[in-house]
């Protein structure tokens, strides 16, 4: 590995990748089969739909360019695997000169999103706001619901009595949902960032989400955390990527669960998000395996989404 200077990876890196206006050509989507490990390639192959096929694709590829670029280890020398349950984490060793590296992606909606730090933990979530029987929250919870009270009761041990109170002050339907998901978001990226998995209560976390109202595509650091009852010092970033897509970062001192006198987290006021094109994406992907034109076959043979699923905002 070539040996390089920490300080080459002092800043977060946020990165993010619009699914949804990404039509594969065969070209690109055989040149992603080959730019991934091989037990990836197949389980995205796996997907039943093209959403989460690319979504999934891409999330593997934006993990790849980041080590590739950040941490200057070669991509076809970069080895990827999952924990116990399910985290993505780098096996190549890096302890000589970023210890601490930490990263993480999401994808849900039209989006896939990147979080990464040299020395802090880090999760991160996105989630699209979208109306009962069209969200994924459902069918990975194995329910459904016809109306926006029917989908908060089937819901309702996933907040605290303090958090359905702020999402039921929202005036409407739709400012109540768009609530709802950013409380999921802020859960989500706390939980993949000390990576416990979903077994975790998420009642046992309390948000108190601020400022109320967020602008696309203005970050936010004012939201504050309860944990077990006890404030937390992780920060969370949050930010709209559009109208529907919330975007949570949580960030918290790597040794954090150990030590209880931990100090401020670093400063990340100019830390932002960069959307990335197709072009970009691969702009440093090395072909690992021969084209496959089986795997587009399959790939086209695929629905793009679940017919209910298929939504807009009213």
Same mark, same amino acid.
């Given at each position: 590995?070539?040996?390089? +200077?920490?300080?080459?990876?002092?800043?977060?890196?946020? =990165?993010?990748?619009?699914?949804?206006?990404?039509?594969?050509?065969? /070209? /690109?989507?055989?040149?992603?089969?080959?730019?991934?490990?091989?037990?990836?390639?197949?389980?995205? $192959?796996?997907?039943?739909?093209?959403?989460?096929? !690319?979504?999934?694709?891409? $999330?593997?590829?934006?993990?790849?360019?980041?080590?590739?670029? !950040?941490?200057?280890?070669?991509?076809?020398?970069? +080895?990827?695997?999952?924990?116990?349950?399910? !985290?993505?984490?780098?096996?190549?060793?890096?302890?000589?000169?970023?210890?601490?590296?930490?990263?993480?992606?999401?994808?849900?909606?039209?989006?896939?999103?990147?979080?990464?730090?040299?020395?802090?933990?880090?999760?991160?979530?996105?989630?699209?706001?979208?109306?009962?029987?069209?969200?994924?929250?459902?069918?990975?919870?194995?329910?459904?619901?016809?109306?926006?009270?029917?989908?908060?009761?089937?819901?309702?041990?996933?907040?605290?009595?303090?958090?359905?109170?702020?999402?039921?002050?929202?005036? $409407?339907?739709?400012?109540?949902?768009?609530?709802?998901?950013?409380?999921?978001?802020?859960?989500?990226?706390?939980?993949?960032?000390?990576?416990?998995?979903?077994?975790?209560?998420?009642?046992?976390?309390?948000?108190?989400?601020?400022?109320?109202?967020?602008?696309?595509?203005?970050?936010?650091?004012?939201?504050?955390?309860?944990?077990? $009852?006890?404030?937390?010092?992780?920060?969370? /970033?949050?930010?709209?990527?559009?109208?529907?897509?919330?975007?949570?970062?949580?960030?918290?001192?790597?040794?954090?669960?150990?030590?209880?006198?931990?100090?401020?987290?670093?400063?990340?006021?100019?830390?932002?998000?960069?959307?990335?094109?197709?072009?970009?994406?691969?702009?440093?992907?090395?072909?690992?395996?021969? /084209?496959?034109?089986?795997? =587009?076959?399959?790939?086209? +043979?695929?629905?793009?989404?679940?017919?209910?699923?298929?939504?807009?905002?009213?």
């Amino acid at each position: 590995m070539r040996g390089i +200077s920490k300080l080459r990876f002092m800043e977060g890196v946020r =990165w993010a990748f619009h699914c949804g206006s990404w039509p594969p050509s065969r /070209e /690109e989507w055989l040149l992603c089969g080959q730019c991934v490990q091989p037990e990836e390639k197949q389980r995205i $192959g796996q997907f039943v739909f093209t959403r989460d096929a !690319k979504a999934a694709m891409v $999330g593997r590829l934006l993990m790849r360019k980041l080590i590739a670029e !950040k941490l200057q280890i070669p991509w076809d020398k970069i +080895s990827l695997q999952r924990t116990a349950k399910g !985290k993505p984490f780098l096996t190549n060793d890096i302890s000589s000169f970023c210890p601490l590296f930490n990263f993480n992606v999401s994808h849900q909606g039209d989006y896939a999103v990147l979080a990464a730090e040299p020395e802090l933990q880090v999760g991160i979530d996105i989630m699209k706001t979208d109306k009962p029987g069209c969200d994924i929250l459902e069918s990975r919870m194995h329910f459904g619901s016809s109306s926006t009270d029917e989908f908060f009761r089937l819901m309702n041990r996933q907040f605290t009595e303090k958090e359905w109170s702020a999402i039921k002050r929202m005036r $409407g339907d739709w400012s109540q949902l768009d609530m709802f998901y950013r409380h999921w978001a802020l859960k989500e990226s706390f939980i993949k960032a000390i990576g416990v998995g979903l077994g975790f209560n998420l009642q046992r976390i309390e948000f108190e989400v601020s400022p109320v109202h967020m602008e696309v595509g203005k970050m936010y650091r004012e939201t504050k955390m309860w944990l077990d $009852g006890e404030q937390e010092n992780w920060t969370f /970033e949050e930010l709209l990527l559009d109208n529907q897509h919330h975007v949570a970062v949580a960030l918290g001192e790597a040794d954090r669960l150990k030590d209880k006198n931990s100090k401020e987290i670093i400063n990340h006021e100019n830390t932002t998000f960069t959307v990335f094109t197709f072009e970009d994406l691969v702009t440093s992907a090395v072909p690992m395996a021969p /084209e496959d034109p089986a795997y =587009w076959d399959s790939f086209r +043979s695929k629905q793009e989404v679940p017919v209910r699923q298929e939504s807009n905002p009213s």
